[in-house]
């Protein structure tokens, strides 16, 4: 177990965590890190939430990690470095109409990158599904797609049941968001609220698939969108 310090407050742009120095009697996000489980601990400055980020790799801690402070010095965020990857490991929003711009943005920018992976596909589609879930802590929110093809042996595998093919689990081809950034999002803001932008996020990444995808793919003659919530 260790405990890395990342001062609150410091001089305007990014760092990397040994270029921060000793902390000394300031204000600090604290990560606890578990070297067992590599999962990082810590409580959201604020609003208080505890945020776990899984799959931390032991061999780049704290090394990899680095801080952004905005021009007032405050700190913005906090990144890990995992080979080209960051991750986003800590956002502020100064207030709950910031984190509800920020959430949908990057929903809206994640929709963006996932639609034109559709269209380069170029396939000719008999399903477009979008499939999310959300505990207070998991989060997910995908696109699924399914070919005429696919739909058939979907069909034929469960002799001849039609709506087989109306269930995503039955296919393989999921296109995530970035779903730890969404989470860590989420965790980062007001308690009471994350529930509906998670929500918001969701209608927003539906109709901008919509918008984006549906008049420039091929489609059967059945085709169907389909959104559903798992549990």
């Known amino acids: 177990m260790g405990v890395y310090k990342i001062p609150l407050r410091f001089t305007a742009g990014s760092f990397k965590f040994s270029e921060l120095g000793r902390v000394e009697n300031c204000e600090c996000l604290e990560l606890d890190y578990d070297d067992e489980y590599q999962m990082i601990t810590y409580n959201a400055p604020m609003y208080g939430s505890e945020v776990h980020i899984y799959t931390?790799?032991?061999?780049?801690?704290?090394?990899?990690?680095s801080a952004v402070y905005g021009s007032d010095g405050i700190l913005g965020k906090v990144e890990f470095s995992e080979g080209e990857r960051k991750?986003?490991?800590?956002?502020?929003?100064?207030?709950?109409?910031?984190?509800?711009?920020?959430?949908?943005?990057?929903?809206?920018?994640?929709?963006?990158?996932?639609?034109?992976e559709i269209i380069g596909k170029k396939q000719t589609l008999s399903r477009l599904f979008i499939e999310y879930f959300y505990d207070g802590e998991a989060v997910d929110i995908a696109a699924e797609t399914a070919t005429a093809e696919e739909t058939q042996a979907v069909i034929d595998y469960y002799k001849g049941d039609i709506t087989a093919a109306d269930n995503y689990g039955n296919f393989n081809n999921r296109i995530p968001i970035?779903?730890?950034?969404?989470?860590?999002?989420?965790?980062?803001?007001?308690?009471?609220?994350?529930?509906?932008l998670f929500y918001k996020a969701v209608e927003t990444f539906e109709e901008r698939l919509k918008n984006r995808?549906?008049?420039?793919?091929?489609?059967?003659?059945?085709?169907?969108?389909?959104?559903?919530?798992?549990?």
């Open 56 to 65: 931390v790799p032991r061999k780049h801690m704290p090394n990899a990690l």
């Open 178 to 196: 970035d779903l730890e950034a969404l989470g860590v999002m989420l965790m980062c803001t007001n308690g009471d609220f994350r529930s509906m």
């Open 87 to 116: 991750r986003l490991f800590y956002i502020r929003f100064k207030h709950i109409d910031a984190s509800e711009r920020g959430v949908l943005k990057f929903v809206r920018e994640q929709a963006d990158m996932i639609s034109k």
């Open 213 to 231: 995808v549906l008049d420039k793919i091929g489609k059967t003659e059945d085709f169907k969108f389909i959104s559903e919530e798992y549990d």
